[in-house]
């Protein structure tokens, strides 16, 4: 099941819009006409063509801009005046880059996330130039000025050529009068060479002419459409941030999610000993210093007091045996995915088939990410699904470990509801990982997990 979101800013948005309306009982927009009929009329198609149409004059006063800075920087180098100079020109492009990404997501609808800002080690002019001049976000944005003119002239002039000429072969029909009255020629000249000429004059060349406008005005919103998205590429590419940037903040970001599950994890642990294991251990010491003093008086209830501290004793042994499963199972690191995955299943409510197809174990991180993985997963068919069985498939594609269970249950899981599943999701993209869930309405629930594989 796909969801799609509309903003109120995107093109086209309203009660109604080109061939079309708004259904308020579903939220979804139904159209009188086709899409290749309503192009040319809808708003996206005017912001687009007006988009193309501001390039040529913003690309003239980038490349002007860029062009003459750079130039008198680099003349001026081999005085003190020419490094200020360039970086005065790199500032420059970056407020132009601002500007120009706030026009792409004005008229495109194209969202691009502020570059990596200026980082100074000190205050000053002298560490903000170089902070300038060693930013890559700033050269990008010259690299942008310079390259956005040739491509701005070449399409603000297909674009304006083929909308002028579409519209006004199709609206023919309505200003042909113009020739015959004021020019002293039958109508538009097709060709002429001084002795004869060719003239669109009756009724079946204006029809053609029409249909030949129709022809261009329905194909230009899609041309115009292919050339604002060189456009979108050069302002994601070079306006945006880097990959290398980007990078770091989801890593930033991963390391955060990692940080926090660790401590949410150091916390659980503790709360199961401090109620659990913890408290028969002192209850269990309680017993037996009453059975010490009760041992030379009635022996009997000495022993007594004792063999249930021998129950207690079980009881304390087995809680800490589940506690250290829950942290790491020794059953994973003797003999593996398979056998700690076969044990996790004997405890499952339902039966499940577990098939692990490795031929060698991934990292030991890699390896408990994918038992804990599988361990949560499982837990939810317990006690959420209405399952009557269930499976577990593990295998390796190239440099990825799939995980894959699968179960008959009722379906309808979901991890935008902030289950756990969500928390899950979180671990696992926190380690390059990938959680897909398929659960519609009636089952059946098939959720896969993708992890790097790590030796």
Not at 103 to 122: F, I, N, S, Y
Not at 156 to 164: H, K, P
Request: charge should be negative.
């Amino acid at each position: 099941m796909a969801t799609q979101y509309r903003s109120q800013d995107a093109p086209g948005y309203g009660p109604y819009s080109a061939g079309g309306f708004h259904d308020g009982g579903t939220g979804r927009e139904r159209h009188l006409l086709p899409t290749g009929l309503r192009a040319p009329f809808e708003t996206r198609s005017w912001r687009e063509f007006g988009y193309v149409l501001l390039n040529l004059p913003i690309g003239i006063m980038l490349f002007t801009y860029a062009v003459t800075m750079v130039s008198l920087g680099a003349g001026l180098l081999v005085t003190f005046l020419g490094v200020p100079v360039l970086a005065a020109a790199l500032a420059g492009c970056r407020l132009f880059g601002v500007l120009e990404r706030a026009r792409a997501r004005r008229l495109l609808g194209l969202e691009v996330a502020e570059p990596q800002p200026l980082r100074t080690t000190k205050p000053g002019v002298l560490a903000w130039t170089g902070a300038l001049l060693k930013s890559g976000a700033s050269w990008r944005a010259l690299l942008y000025a310079i390259l956005h003119f040739p491509w701005a002239v070449f399409s603000f002039s297909v674009s304006l050529v083929f909308w002028t000429l579409g519209w006004s072969l199709l609206t023919y029909p309505l200003w042909f009068w113009v020739f015959p009255m004021w020019a002293g020629q039958g109508g538009l000249q097709l060709y002429g060479d001084g002795q004869h000429g060719i003239y669109l004059d009756n009724p079946f060349e204006i029809t053609v002419t029409a249909l030949v406008g129709l022809l261009f005005t329905l194909a230009t919103p899609w041309i115009v459409r292919a050339l604002t998205m060189v456009d979108r590429v050069l302002v994601h590419g070079l306006l945006g941030p880097s990959r290398l940037s980007a990078r770091v903040v989801e890593l930033e970001s991963d390391r955060g999610v990692v940080v926090d599950t660790a401590a949410a994890d150091l916390r659980r642990i503790e709360r199961d000993l401090h109620d659990g294991a913890q408290a028969r251990l002192v209850a269990l010491a309680m017993d037996l210093g009453l059975a010490k003093e009760k041992l030379t008086e009635d022996p009997q209830a000495a022993a007594r007091m004792v063999d249930e501290a021998h129950g207690e004793v079980k009881t304390a042994l087995q809680e800490l045996r589940d506690l250290a499963r829950g942290i790491h199972p020794a059953v994973l690191t003797d003999r593996g995915l398979d056998a700690a995955l076969s044990a996790v299943a004997s405890r499952c409510t339902v039966p499940v088939r577990v098939e692990v197809d490795l031929a060698e174990r991934p990292a030991a991180a890699i390896e408990g990410i994918a038992y804990f993985t599988v361990s949560e997963l499982l837990q939810n068919v317990s006690k959420h699904s209405g399952a009557r069985s269930a499976s577990v498939d593990v295998w390796r594609v190239e440099d990825r470990l799939m995980l894959q269970v699968e179960d008959d249950g009722v379906g309808d899981a979901d991890v935008s509801k902030g289950s756990g599943l969500a928390g899950l999701a979180e671990r696992l993209d926190a380690v390059d990982g990938i959680l897909i869930v398929d659960s519609p309405s009636g089952g059946p629930t098939r959720v896969t997990a993708e992890l790097p594989w790590r030796r």
